[in-house]
């Protein structure tokens, strides 16, 4: 288990729904999240599976869906990630590094086979065994191809396109691609003509790339080496201590792994998941008591204690002292 889990949004993917009339507020109500994930944009597998559930709720026609968000997506506004493919010398440049620093962005994985005549790209989840919402997976192989329109200034076309799940209608995304769509296939799949992977970009910046490049391999490598199973369980224990009563078999199922599997992973770095929520628990609480605006009993339901003296003996455990006590002392 990488960093997978914690996913950023970006701006652009906002912006888009807008310029598409879609309230961002009305998708993130209707995922059933709090507002903030706007501004903050940083989300687990399974909230951003839940926002682009909700954009396809509202949105209705899942062709229009698919077809219409990556042409909105201003370039302007991609990622430093997607930047270093646009900005590739070609198609097929621009696709190795869409896959390389697409561990920077998850939860997709994109994998890159040349053979014979054709360029089959595939994309899987990391990290969950969720087949993740249509929309989303159709939305992913159309921003491909679009990379590579918006890159040559070419009306390129697929060879084919195979989808693992079913839709009513396929006429409009055959239109797009420029090829038939396959149902009910074995894997999600953009099958390129190979030819066009060595058309120019147009976009090619060799300048922008030399500053790009190293930032986003060392950010990469960081990234790859920096997160332990303990920070990602105690990162969604902060984000979920409001909610109904998290258990391990909870976190286990959004982080996609069993419950036995990630009994042995937090084994293996010295720790448990009641050592986690306990310590998840106390520095949410320190963090709240230090904000004067929240009474005790809301900062005790905050951090999961229904029962107000619950949390007062808890954080005696913690700190010696009552949570009054505590903030007298530390925002004074």
């Not at 006429?171 to 190979?194: S, V, W």
């Not at 720790?271 to 004067?292: C, D, G």
């Not at 999961?304 to 005696?316: E, L």
Request: net charge negative; glycine share 6%.
């Amino acid at each position: 288990m990488t960093s997978h889990t914690r996913i950023k949004i970006p701006d652009g993917f906002w912006a888009g729904l807008n310029r598409l009339g879609i309230s961002t507020q009305d998708v993130v109500r209707k995922a059933k999240m709090p507002l903030t994930v706007i501004t903050e944009s940083v989300v687990t597998t399974e909230q951003y599976f839940a926002i682009w559930q909700a954009y396809s709720d509202i949105i209705c026609d899942t062709e229009d869906g698919i077809i219409m968000l990556p042409t909105v997506f201003e370039t302007a506004q991609y990622p430093p990630s997607v930047l270093a493919a646009y900005h590739a010398r070609d198609y097929r440049y621009a696709l190795k590094r869409m896959a390389r620093y697409k561990e920077m962005c998850p939860p997709e994985n994109i994998r890159i086979v040349e053979e014979g005549g054709s360029c089959k790209v595939e994309v899987e989840w990391l990290d969950t065994d969720k087949p993740g919402p249509p929309l989303l997976i159709a939305t992913t192989l159309a921003f491909l191809l679009e990379l590579g329109r918006r890159g040559t200034g070419l009306p390129l076309k697929a060879r084919l396109v195979e989808f693992k799940h079913t839709m009513n209608q396929v006429q409009g995304m055959e239109d797009y691609f420029g090829c038939p769509i396959q149902m009910g296939a074995k894997c999600n799949r953009l099958t390129l003509h190979r030819e066009d992977l060595d058309r120019p970009f147009a976009s090619y910046n060799a300048e922008l790339l030399e500053i790009l490049t190293p930032v986003l391999d060392q950010t990469l490598e960081e990234q790859q080496r920096s997160h332990s199973i303990t920070e990602i369980v105690k990162w969604i224990l902060k984000r979920s201590l409001s909610g109904e009563r998290l258990e391990i078999q909870d976190v286990a199922s959004e982080l996609g792994m069993s419950e036995r599997t990630l009994q042995r992973r937090l084994t293996d770095e010295q720790t448990s998941f009641k050592q986690l929520l306990r310590e998840a628990r106390h520095e949410q609480a320190k963090e709240y008591l230090a904000n004067p605006s929240l009474d005790i009993k809301e900062v005790a339901f905050l951090v999961g204690y229904h029962d107000q003296s619950s949390f007062y003996r808890a954080f005696r455990c913690w700190e010696g002292n009552t949570p009054l006590k505590w903030r007298t002392q530390h925002i004074n």
